[in-house]
């Protein structure tokens, strides 16, 4: 197949991945004199951070998601391929893609990273995730179909199976989804489901380690609990998640809790290409660059962002997967390149941390700066809304956010609880396109029509 690229007097830079790293590199490059392709099996940038808002009902999912092509119209050295990039060939400058072989002289891989299931193959065929749009927009159709479920039961264990929440990771997308589903159950089901009784519905947030929040300080911890606790979300600390199947998470090998929907944010993976030297991938799957985000032995190849493993002395294992770690590095990258194209040396990247901060559920978020800077509350819940309002891509998503958070926090309700994909796990296909097998449910013909979208 014939990608139909012009042919440029230029230097090609092929980005893959248009996330926070590849959209703010491609950006950043408008002015330089190079080709600039960007490649993505998506036509959207994904505001990931908000995910869970989309598979709780908060937000609608257009809101956290903008056109890669509306983002760069007018930039003439901008180029797009909506493809799956399946391999890299550094002995010929060429990714091979879904559309067909695409020549570099640069190559920048910036594909973020993939939920993680440590190998434990039927967690990776029956739980949920929150890595994309359509897996929050299944997660969503999944819940509210099984409290629709649950009203046709008469069987006590099926009904709490389908009414509990296991919510595995409490990192921040384990505690800021699980403060949400915690709201849900306060404001909105009640008034949906009055002949359910939701005092039977547990949302049980499961984490192997001894404290919520692992990266964040003590003082963020702590509240963190606190908070869960007073939503009523029960914790369950040094903990791990062993097998998920037949509706029950197993926490030994005879201990599980039964529950038909189990959310796994436990941990990711870098996303790595195939055809690097097997050297420079590191164990968790991201790609070893060196200060300036250079490829190991390969000085045209480049990775940023959640994939890109950059060791500091600070950070032995790697530098946070995290948006701004992303941005800052796109930024160093673009001028790197054109200092590598003049013939100068490139500059090594210092990493900026500008504080990092997880929101729990209305009025009640965490927030460390820098510097041993500590606050909760509403201030931290103003400041987590307004840092994640200004940084959405588009005019629009940022008035329909404001707007769709309004309204939720002034009604106590969230509107978008449509089960508008009816969402069946026995034809899912998982984020790199991949069949899944089927999933081993109590109640397996709930859904007998195959879903509308294909998952991709
Ligand atoms: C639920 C959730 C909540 C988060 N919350 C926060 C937060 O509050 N604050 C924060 O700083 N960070 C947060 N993060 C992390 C943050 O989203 C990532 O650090 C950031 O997205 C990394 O940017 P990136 O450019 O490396 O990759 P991404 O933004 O993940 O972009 C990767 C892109 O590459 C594309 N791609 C991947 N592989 C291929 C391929 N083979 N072919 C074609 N295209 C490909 C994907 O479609 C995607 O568009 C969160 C992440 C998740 C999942």
């Known amino acids: 197949m014939d990608t139909n690229l012009p042919v440029s007097a230029q230097p090609r830079v092929v980005i893959v991945g248009c996330g926070f790293g590849g959209l703010r590199l491609a950006k950043a490059l408008r002015h330089a004199p190079v080709q600039v392709v ?87 065929k029956n739980a949920m995730q929150i890595k994309s749009i359509p897996n929050s927009l299944n997660l969503r159709s999944f819940i509210f179909q099984n409290f629709e479920k649950a009203l046709l039961t008469a069987d006590p264990a099926e009904k709490q199976a389908l009414l509990n929440i296991v919510v595995v990771g409490g990192g921040p997308t384990g505690v800021e989804i699980s403060g949400s589903l915690a709201e849900m159950r306060k404001h909105v089901l009640p008034k949906d489901y009055p002949e359910l009784d939701l005092r039977q519905m547990k949302i049980i947030l499961v984490e192997a380690g001894k404290e919520l929040l692992g990266p964040m300080s003590v003082k963020s911890q702590q509240d963190a609990l606190r908070y869960m606790q007073e939503l009523g979300v029960e914790v ?107 013939g100068q040396p490139p500059e090594p990247f210092v990493y900026n941390n500008k504080g990092v901060m997880a929101i729990v559920s209305r009025n009640k978020a965490v927030v460390d700066l820098p510097g041993n800077v500590h606050f909760n509350g509403f201030f931290g819940w103003l400041t987590w809304l307004f840092v994640h309002l200004m940084t959405l891509v588009g005019f629009r998503n940022k008035v329909v956010a404001f707007i769709d958070w309004a309204f939720s926090y002034f009604s106590s309700d969230q509107a978008l609880r449509l089960i508008i994909r009816p969402f069946s796990r026995r034809d899912v296909k998982d984020d790199q396109g991949k069949k899944k097998a089927e999933h081993n449910t109590a109640t397996p013909e709930y859904n007998p029509t195959p879903p509308a979208i294909q998952v991709r």
């Not at 994904?46 to 007018?74: C, H, M, W």
């Not at 005879?254 to 050297?279: H, K």
Request: glycine fraction near 6%; aromatic fraction near 10%; hydrophobic fraction near 40%.
């Open 236 to 342: 369950r600390l040094n903990t791990s998640i062993k097998r998920f199947e037949n509706c029950r998470a197993y926490y030994s090998d005879t201990e599980f809790i039964p529950t038909e929907n189990l959310i796994w944010a436990a941990g990711v993976n870098g996303a790595e290409v195939p055809g690097l030297p097997t050297e420079v991938v590191a164990r968790n799957k991201r790609i070893t660059v060196n200060a300036w985000n250079q490829v190991e032995g390969l000085p045209n190849v480049f990775a940023i962002g959640d994939v890109a493993n950059m060791v500091t002395e600070e950070m032995p294992r790697g530098l946070p997967m995290l948006a701004p770690v992303a941005q800052q590095q796109a930024d160093l990258l673009a001028k790197n390149l054109q200092r590598l194209l003049q």
């Open 38 to 124: 960007v490649i993505d099996r998506n036509n959207y940038h994904n505001f990931q951070p908000l995910l869970y808002q989309v598979a709780t009902g908060a937000l609608e999912a257009d809101s956290i998601a903008y056109p890669i092509r509306k983002i760069f119209a007018g930039q003439p050295n901008f180029f797009y391929r909506m493809a799956d990039v399946q391999r890299v060939d550094t002995a010929r400058n060429t990714v091979h893609t879904s559309v067909g072989d695409i020549r570099y002289d640069h190559l920048v891989l910036a594909t973020g990273s993939l939920t993680n299931f440590f190998g434990i193959e039927s967690l990776e």
